[in-house]
C-alpha cells in the first residue's frame, strides 16, 4: 500500500494556522483582586504571562509583604488552588477561563 500525502494541502494548513504567539493571551492585561485573610481587598492589573513572583513583588510594592511570608491561592480556602512560583498566570486553566469570560480572578493570600 502506498501512502500519498498532498504537500500543497499541508502548506496551505500550515499558513493558515495560528502561531502560538496569536494564540497566547500573555499580553492581555487582567484585573486582580488580592484578599487578605483581614478581609481586605488589593486591586491590581497584570499581564497574563506575569509570575507569581511578579505579582508578589508588586504586592510587597503595595502592603510591604515579603512575597516568602505568605502563598497565594487561587479561589478560596474550600475550593482553592495553590499557586506556587515560578508559574504565572497563564499556566492555571481555571484563570485563563476567569479572563476569558471576563470574570472576577480572585487569590487569597494566606501567610505562612
Not at 500543497?8 to 499558513?15: D, I, Q, S
Not at 515579603?66 to 497563564?90: C, E, R
Amino acid at each position: 500500500m502506498k501512502l500519498s500525502i498532498d504537500m500543497g494541502a499541508v502548506n496551505r494548513a500550515k499558513a493558515n494556522a495560528p502561531s502560538y504567539h496569536d494564540l497566547a493571551t500573555n499580553f492581555e492585561t487582567v484585573p486582580v483582586t488580592i484578599v487578605f485573610p483581614d478581609g481586605e481587598e488589593l486591586v491590581l492589573s497584570f499581564l497574563m504571562g506575569e509570575t507569581l513572583r511578579e505579582i508578589k513583588h508588586k504586592v510587597f510594592d503595595e502592603k510591604q509583604l515579603w512575597g516568602q511570608d505568605f502563598k497565594m491561592y487561587l479561589g478560596f480556602v474550600s475550593q482553592a488552588t495553590y499557586m506556587m512560583d515560578p508559574l504565572s498566570l497563564n499556566d492555571f486553566p481555571a484563570v485563563c477561563e476567569l479572563a476569558s469570560s471576563k470574570q472576577s480572578i480572585r487569590i487569597a493570600v494566606v501567610f505562612n
